[in-house]
Nanobody, 125 residues
Framework: QVQLVESGGGLVQPGGSLRLSCAAS????????MGWFRQAPGKEREFVAA????????NYADSVKGRFTISRDNAKNTVYLQMTSLKPEDTAVYYC??????????????????WGQGTQVTVSS
C-alpha cells in the first residue's frame, strides 16, 4: 500500500509556471510507475503525464507536450510535475497516481492502483 500527497498548486497568471510535488509513503515507491491526471469542473479526469519506475521513460498528453515535464526522485519518494507556459485551460484539480506495474506508462485511470487527494491549479489573470 502507498499513500500519496500532492502539493504545489495555486493561482498563477497565464504564461506562468508551477511545480507540483507528490510525496509517497512506503518503501516500494521505486517499484511503481507514476502518473499525473487532472479534472476540470464539469469534465472527466484526464491523463496528463506518466513516468516509469526507473524514470527512464515518460509519456505526455498532447495538450501538455513541450510545456510540462514529469520527473521523479526515488531517494525522496517524490514525483514532480513542472508546468510552464500555463494556459487558462490547464485549470483543474491535479492528481498523482501510482501503478504497481512499474514499467507502465498508462493513460487509463483504471490501471492506477493508488491516488492522492489532489491539488488545485488555477490559471487566471
Amino acid at each position: 500500500q502507498v499513500q500519496l500527497v500532492e502539493s504545489g498548486g495555486g493561482l498563477v497568471q497565464p504564461g506562468g509556471s508551477l511545480r507540483l510535488s507528490c510525496a509517497a509513503s512506503g518503501r516500494t515507491f521505486s517499484s511503481y510507475a507514476m502518473g499525473w491526471f487532472r479534472q476540470a469542473p464539469g469534465k472527466e479526469r484526464e491523463f496528463v503525464a506518466a513516468i516509469v519506475d526507473s524514470g527512464d521513460s515518460r509519456n505526455y498528453a498532447d495538450s501538455v507536450k513541450g510545456r510540462f515535464t514529469i520527473s521523479r526522485d526515488n531517494a525522496k519518494n517524490t514525483v514532480y510535475l513542472q508546468m510552464t507556459s500555463l494556459k487558462p485551460e490547464d485549470t483543474a484539480v491535479y492528481y498523482c497516481a501510482a501503478d504497481e506495474r512499474g514499467g507502465g506508462l498508462s493513460l487509463i485511470l483504471a490501471e492506477y492502483d493508488y491516488w492522492g487527494q489532489g491539488t488545485q491549479v488555477t490559471v487566471s489573470s
